[in-house]
């Protein structure tokens, strides 16, 4: 079945660094990819999103590219802010076949710290 | 836009009590709703998808006659942890889905203590 990889985590940077969390993903079909983020005792959020190859998903200075060739959809950021801090959580959207119960296919999630 | 409201945020009860979580999409109709259970530092876990009008479907191993779900109009679905036990505390998390985008948009959770 559908699969999400992630990177573990904890990981850890300091302000300005360069963030990249992998993702990879097996799927049938065409799923669209998703990154969503947890802020500490919060629900999630939308981060940004890809609905077909070559794609780039884009906010907040966070960005991902959907690529086929290599099944993966790394989260990338230029310059980590101490706010950036929290989980985030890499998903795929099952095949549109499934029709009403589509559902979200996560990976565990990777926690970040930023610190000052 | 695309807000999804889940109320309460904390409930704390007791043993053997019922509590209902709702989850409202405020500025869009969901025809599909979905609940989640978050262990601490874990990964979702899907519980069940809510299609409104129709009986929701459960993933395996969620007790359907424990966590009871309807989805009564295209802006609220509700989840009832009936009989709750201490094993249920957990943070419950639902999501609405907007179509034809097929995003869902998730509510802030609730955080179930049982005592």
């Known amino acids: 079945g559908d699969s999400v990889t992630q990177m573990e985590g904890p990981v850890t940077l300091s302000e300005e660094a360069f963030l990249t969390i992998n993702c990879t993903y097996t799927?049938?079909?065409?799923?669209?990819l998703f990154w969503y983020v947890q802020y500490p005792g919060e629900g999630l959020q939308l981060l940004l999103k890809?609905?077909?190859a070559d794609d780039k998903g884009s906010n907040k200075g966070f960005e991902a590219t959907y690529r086929k060739e290599t099944t993966s959809f790394h989260l990338e950021k230029g310059s980590v802010q101490v706010s950036d801090s929290a989980v985030y959580f890499c998903?795929?959207?099952?095949?549109?076949?499934?029709?009403?119960?589509?559902?979200?296919?996560w990976g565990l999630g990777t926690s970040l710290a930023v610190n000052p | 836009g695309a807000v999804v409201s889940q109320h309460p945020s904390w409930v704390i009860c007791k043993s053997g009590t019922s509590v209902k979580i709702e989850c409202r999409s405020l500025?869009?109709?969901?025809?599909?709703m979905f609940w989640y259970r978050q262990f601490p530092k874990q990964s979702l876990m899907l519980m069940a998808t809510?299609?409104?009008?129709?009986?929701?479907?459960?993933e395996q191993g969620v007790e359907k006659d424990k966590f009871l779900i309807n989805h009564a109009s295209l802006t609220l679905s509700t989840l009832t942890v009936t009989s709750a036990h201490p094993e249920d505390s957990s943070f419950y998390i639902c999501?609405?889905?907007?179509?034809?985008?097929?995003?869902?948009?998730f509510g802030a959770g609730t955080r179930l203590s049982v005592l």
């Open positions: 799927a049938t079909g065409y799923p669209s």
């Open positions: 890809a609905t077909k």
């Open positions: 809510s299609n409104e009008g129709s009986k929701a479907t459960y």
């Open positions: 998903a795929l959207s099952d095949s549109p076949n499934a029709g009403n119960n589509r559902k979200l296919i």
């Open positions: 500025d869009f109709q969901a025809t599909t």
């Open positions: 999501s609405a889905r907007l179509t034809p985008v097929n995003i869902q948009y």
